[in-house]
């Protein structure tokens, strides 16, 4: 199922989507409440036929932990 983003939010994979990105929907779990709420409507047909496909890029690594060291308080 295509959809149209309504509202910019956080696809599969890390990945952002933009708003009014034609997006195949069809396999997002919870794609029914993205729907009810807003974030996505179903695509006309005009949507589609114009549609570019775009090659996904690979998500971006996530970002590295930093450790923080507490000093030690005396007493």
Known sequence: MLCVVQKQFG???GSVLGI???VDASEFKNRDALIANRYLRVASADEVASAV???EESPAPPPAKLSVKRKK???
């Open 11 to 13: 696809g599969p994979g």
């Open 20 to 22: 009014n990105t034609v």
């Open 53 to 55: 496909e775009v090659e």
């Open 73 to 75: 308080t005396r007493k």
